[in-house]
Each structure stands twice: as structure tokens, then as C-alpha cells.
């Protein structure tokens, strides 16, 4: 493919972006509105915390540890009936964010729940000491010192997520996957093939980039 085919594939490359973006920005919306909150739940639950309950966090830690376990394309092929109940469809890049969302919020849970043991336990024990309720110590302890953590762990849950969409488009999730399959494997495309994987370096470094300054000007240490 010459300079002038791959100019007029730009509105194709274009749309295969965009589908992208829409896939991660989903799929990113989902993983924090679930993913915080249950990440929170299996750290302040478990043993010596202020919400100690062993059964429910054990049970959710089980849970996390099962759908993490399943490779993303397996797991996208074994939701495609549910995926199908909730949109009507299972491709396309809405359809495919259900699978996207589903492995994002195990993943950032758990990343979640490790920036939060990463806190000293003097501080919350100190905060409990002084009267404060469990809603004060998650908003004036617990979030405060592990925002930059929980930054940097958003982000490669986000670059997970761009390597996830393009196993999606192998199966017609759209995207940028779908669209380096379509023309660089089975039309044995080259071009297009690398124009595609210099797209996501560029896409990765970017948000990498953004993940790290906005974690360093968040880091209270």
C-alpha cells in the first residue's frame, strides 16, 4: 500500500480510533463507579479494619479472583450471551465494552485495595483514636494518601483496557483491532498493520505521560 491508499484509508483509520475511545471510556467509567468502591470494600472488611467482616470479604475476594483468572478472550466469548441481553448485539464497540467493563473492575479493585495497604497503619489507627467515623478516615486518611497510587493504577488499568479492545476486534469488537485485522492480517497489509501498532505506542505513551504527572503533582510523601 502506497502513501496515497493509506490517505484514503484515514477516515477509516479515524472512525477505528474513535470506536477505541469509546471502548476505553467506558469500559475507564465503569471500572472507577465499581472498581473504587468494591476495591475499598475488600480493604476496609478484612482483618483489623473498622469494617472487619471476614464472610463478605473473603467472598468478594473470591469473586475478583475468579473473573481475573479468565483470559480477556475467553472471557469476552463467554459473555457474549449476556452481552447480547444488555445491547441488543455482540459486536460492535458498545457490545464490547460490557466484556471491557467486566475484566477492568476486578483489575482496578484489586490495585485499588493494594494502594490502601500501602497506607501506614499508625495513620488509621491514629484517626480512630481521635473519634473519627469510618466515612472521616476514608475521605481525610484513606483517600488522600493513596490518590497518587490509585492514579498510577487507573492508569494501567487504562492500558490494559487498549490492549483488551484490540483482542476485541479480532472478534468484531471494532476499533483499531479490528480495523489491523481487517486490512494487515487478511489482506497481508503491512502498512496498515504498522500504522496500526505506531497508533496504540502513541496512544499508550500519551496516556502513560498524563498517568504520571498527574500522580507526581497528587503524591503527598
Not at 97 to 105: E, R
Not at 122 to 149: C, Y
Not at 162 to 177: D, H, L, P, R, T
Amino acid at each position: 500500500m502506497d502513501i496515497e491508499q493509506l490517505i484514503d484509508l484515514l477516515p477509516e483509520m479515524t472512525e477505528a480510533f474513535l470506536e477505541t475511545m469509546q471502548m476505553i471510556g467506558i469500559s475507564t467509567a465503569v471500572a472507577i463507579l465499581i472498581g473504587l468502591p468494591l476495591g475499598v470494600i475488600l480493604f476496609v472488611t478484612d482483618r483489623g479494619l473498622f469494617w472487619q467482616n471476614l464472610v463478605v470479604q473473603q467472598i468478594l475476594s473470591f469473586i475478583v479472583n475468579v473473573v481475573r483468572s479468565i483470559p480477556y478472550i475467553i472471557l469476552l466469548v463467554l459473555l457474549f450471551p449476556i452481552t447480547g441481553l444488555l445491547v441488543g448485539t455482540t459486536t460492535g464497540p458498545i457490545a464490547a465494552s460490557v466484556s471491557l467493563s467486566v475484566a477492568a473492575i476486578p483489575f482496578f479493585a484489586r490495585i485499588v485495595e493494594t494502594a490502601l495497604r500501602d497506607i501506614d497503619k499508625g495513620m488509621i489507627e491514629a484517626a480512630i483514636a481521635t473519634g473519627a467515623t469510618p466515612w472521616m478516615i476514608m475521605k481525610d486518611v484513606l483517600f488522600p494518601e493513596a490518590r497518587s497510587a490509585i492514579i498510577q493504577g487507573l492508569t494501567l488499568t487504562i492500558i490494559s483496557l487498549i490492549a483488551y479492545s484490540a483482542m476485541a476486534g479480532v472478534v468484531g469488537g471494532g476499533g483499531i483491532g479490528d480495523l489491523a485485522i481487517r486490512y494487515g492480517h487478511y489482506r497481508y497489509d503491512t502498512t496498515i498493520m504498522i500504522s496500526t501498532v505506531v497508533l496504540l505506542i502513541v496512544l499508550v505513551q500519551l496516556i502513560q505521560q498524563i498517568g504520571d504527572v498527574v500522580a507526581k503533582r497528587l503524591d503527598r510523601r
